[in-house]
Structures are given as structure tokens and as C-alpha cells.
């Protein structure tokens, strides 16, 4: 009788919100199943970026093979913040279960249950494990309760375990073996690949990250992207083990890596299959990423532009949800348009390129894309105030909406609800647990949201407003009518374009207002008076001034004849009329930059 190898396969995604310690509970599979040597393990050891490790969350998703008792146990992890849920949707989709981790001491979060509903969608099995049982004082029997309301997982379905003392690693592997089916897979079938994820290594070009759904791939072979036809040679193969493992060939139920000297991650479409017969049919739509939040980016120091397009390039070849486009601004100089998945990914790209390429970069204000509609019928999409210059033209313009679930202490309800009616919120339902047997007080709440309302403070506000207890998960929902405004600011009548803004009509007189008081106090004093204006689509509604220095142009004199005097200062206030009607102020780039923090 033929032994299928794939039999023995498990495949598998840990999916968790943020900080429910999926990255320690990684580490202990990878030491318990002695994948890596206790000399080799580090923290968070499939976290390879220094910002990952730095702020103790996963950013980019990693595969890593384990064997355990004649199984082999492929553990794709993923990121845990809202703003990566395409990274988690592409883990679960090269997964044939997953292990949804819960953290004893905060229970459910919003992304607990976002990731929860990803799984069930693609209808891959889920195994409930409570995390951080070792941790004293917890109430357990409230978690478990409220898995049981929200979730609907009895007490017997749940594992217990600590990743960072190693409880129930022996029954969560035990579970995976048992609980996990074997890929759906044929070996005698033509070959096909599903490409999760690629990275960019120097010497070898990108890496494609791959489950083999069906047939057998060997070096040397020509293979092909369905989505492209054009053929390319497989130069090298094998498994990931900490490090790329080279092998001859693959199989059906493999997660592996394979590379053809592709040299830009930007030529890779990740989701896409890669085939030997060209008439093979895909194995899953192709969705990109799509951008919800633009902001340009320039280096502070104008001399490191050379280092700054380098770290740029570099980063953009490792991450292929960043999308680039050269900019240039008249008083801040070359920069890149980014457009990004969301709020945290924009401060990863800021964070990664100061601290992993050494380049201080300014990030100007993050807007949002607007759908606009023109009195001549025709229609663009909207990243950027520079790319309306008439709103008489404009006839209906739709902005991003979200849907959004917060989870909190029901004591916070009211205050959450009248928080986001203040943000153009509109709430939907909530839903509190209706479990008596246990002191449960938490609720969910759905609303409705612009996504230009997140990225002004909303997850830092709703923070403050719950004393850190509140936690959120959103998507897209589409786009709808808005009014926005164009809020523009002159200094010295001069338009300053990094500043321009588009905002709903309900908070441009507050944001006019706030950001001429800001620069009257950062635009260094002159010889003249500095007026600093607001202007809401071209009308001026506020305005500021810069006080001039005053010299003394009498400090020479000794008494005698009064007139003397007041020539000396007749001619200075000639003086000033004259720069102030010919200078150019100078706005040094820290300006911007502290107009943000």
C-alpha cells in the first residue's frame, strides 16, 4: 500500500489579538519540539525585525517547520494588529487550522473575534487555548464563561497553557495532531503553489514563501505565476527551519521556500499560484492590499537624501503593501507619497527607516482617499488637498467608512457611545453577555465610523476614556457622501502646500484655528510682522501674527536735538514696510515636524 507523506503534514496559523503572547507560546513550540537549540532560541525568535522586537509585536508573518514524533508540523505565525489582518487572511488561507490564543488575564478582545470569523470563513477548523494560566489572581472561570457567551466554546474544548513556563505545550501539540486535518492535497496531480508572503534577501533575490496544494516541485523546473504566463526557472528549494533548509524537491502538503532570481518583491503578486502547466487554473483570488492611509514622507536633513532614497527603495523591497511615489515640495524637497494599510503601518515605515536604516525622515499629516465627482460627470480618487485646486467643480465627493467593533467594561458604555458621535460615529447595536452565572460586564459595540475620524487620536482618546480597557477590530465597508472641506494656511500670504488639509466641514474652523496658534509659536521672529492665515476653500476664516523684533536705532544717541531721534526711526519703519513687502520667510523643516508632535 502507497504511504502518503501528506498524511503526517499539519499545517497551522496562532492567531490572537495583540499582546495575548503568541510570539512566546511560538518559542516553546519551537524548544519543546527541539526545532531550535535552547543555545539558538532567543525571544520572540520568529519576530526577525528589530521593530518587532522592540515593541513586542509581530509585524510580517513568518513560516517555520517543526518535526514531532513523525509529524511535521508547519507553523505559519501572523501579526496580531488590526492594520495586518491581509497578512493573517493570507496565513489562514495556507493553514488547514488554526489555534485562536486568549489570554487568561483580559479575556476577548476585538481582533479575537475578527480572526475568530476569518477562520470560520474559510471553514478551517479552530482550536480554543487560554494563554497565561500561570499568571496569579486571574479569574478564569469569568474567561471561560465569556468564550462560552461570545464564542461558543464549552470548558472541555479549551486548552490551557503558558508560553512562558511551557503549561500544556505536551496537549496543545497532542491537539494539533489530532484536532488539525492533513492538507487536502494530491500528489499525482500537475503542481500548484499557493504564494502566501516573499521577502527580499540580497543574494539570492526574492523568496517566495509557498504551500504546495497539489503535485511535486524539483529544482530546475519552469514554472509560471497564473496571473503573468511568463516562465521562470526554480533555482533553488526546501523547507524553513530557522534558516532555508535546500532540498531537490517538494510535495504536495509542503510549506516551503522556492526562489527564481526574481530581483523585486513588487513583480511578485502574492496570493497568486505558481503552476508548471500554464492552463492550470488559479487556487484563490487575487486581492492586493489595498492603501487606506497616505502620507508623504522627506528626510529632516536635506544633505541625507542619498541615505533617505536608499532606505526607502530597500524597505519598499521588503514590504510590498507600501506603495511609493516621488514627490517633490518646494520648501521641504524630494520625499515619497506613501500610501499605507493603516495608522500602525505608517508608524512602522517611520520607525523602521530611523531605526533600521538610520535616516530621520518628517511625515506629513495622514489623509485619507475620497471618491470625487465633477460637475462634468467625470471622477478621481483623492489623496491629497494639492490635487483640488477648484471646489466650485465638485458636485459630491464619498469618503472611506469602516465598521467597527469595541469591546469594553460595560461601565464605559455610555461614555464610549457619546465619544463616537463626536468622532461622526453612528452606532448600529451592542451586545452584552447575558451569562448571570459569573460577573461578565463587558459589551460589544458596532458603530460605523469615517476612517479620516481614526486617524486623528481615535484608538490613543478611546484609550484615555477607558483607562487602557477598551480594544477594537475594523474593516472596510465602503465609501459614502461626506463634506469636506479644503483648509489651507498662508504665512506671509504665501500658501504652504505640506500643510493643506481635507476635513469634514464640523471640524475645519476648530483645526484652522488650532494650527495658526501652533505657528505663530514655531515660525522664528523676524524684522517684520509675519501675518499667519487659515483659509477654508480659499476663504480666510483665521489668522495669526508672528511679532517683529524691535532694534534699537537710537541706542547711540546722547541727548541733544528730539529730532534726530525720530528720523532714525521714521527710516527704520521704512525699512520694515519694504522687507516686509519683499522678503520671503524662510520656514525652517523642524517646524513641520513639531506642528505634529
Sequence with gaps: ??????????????????DHGK??????????THTISKRDLKDQFLDNLELERERGITIKLQTIRMEYKGYTLNLIDTPGHVDFQG??????KASDGAILLIDASGGIEAQTIGNYLQAIELNIPVIPVLNKVDIKGIDIDRVLAEIKAILGFNKEDIIFTSGKTGIGIDKLINAIIEKIPQPLCDVSKNFRGFVFDSFFDEYQGVILLVKVVDGILKKGDTIYFCSKKKPMQVLSLGYVRGKLDPQNEVHAGDVCFVTTGIKYVKDVVVQDTIVKNIQDKPIFEISKPKSMVFASIYPVDAA???????????????????DVTPVTNEI??????????????????KERLEIEYNVSIFMSIPSVEYHVTYSDYTEADITSPTEISDFSKIINIKEPYVSMDIIASQQYFNKIVSFISSKRGVFINSTFSQNKSVNIERVIITINLPLSSLIFNFFDDLKSLTSGDASMDYSLIGFFDTEVVRVDFLVNHELIEPLSMLIHKDKALE????????LKDLIPRTQFSIPIQASI??????????KAFRKDVTQKLYGGDPTRRMKLLEKQKKGKKRTKRFG???????????LYT
Design 332 to 349: 521641504l524637497g524630494f520625499g515619497y507619497k506613501c500610501g499605507f494599510l493603516g495608522l500602525l503601518h505608517a508608524d512602522v515605515v
Design 1 to 18: 500500500m502507497d504511504f502518503n507523506p501528506s498524511s503526517k503534514i499539519r499545517n497551522f496559523s496562532i492567531i490572537a489579538h495583540v
Design 511 to 518: 483645526v484652522a484655528l488650532q494650527y495658526c496658534t501652533k
Design 584 to 594: 520671503k520667510v524662510d520656514i525652517p523643516s523642524d517646524v513641520f515636524i513639531k
Design 23 to 32: 510570539s512566546t507560546l511560538s518559542d516553546k513550540l519551537l524548544e519543546y
Design 537 to 546: 476653500n480659499g476663504k480666510i476664516v483665521a489668522r495669526e501674527d508672528v
Design 304 to 322: 541625507d537624501i542619498d541615505n533617505f532614497k536608499d532606505a526607502v527603495l530597500k524597505l519598499s523591497l521588503n514590504d510590498y503593501s507600501l
Design 87 to 92: 497578512e493573517v487572511a493570507r496565513s489562514l
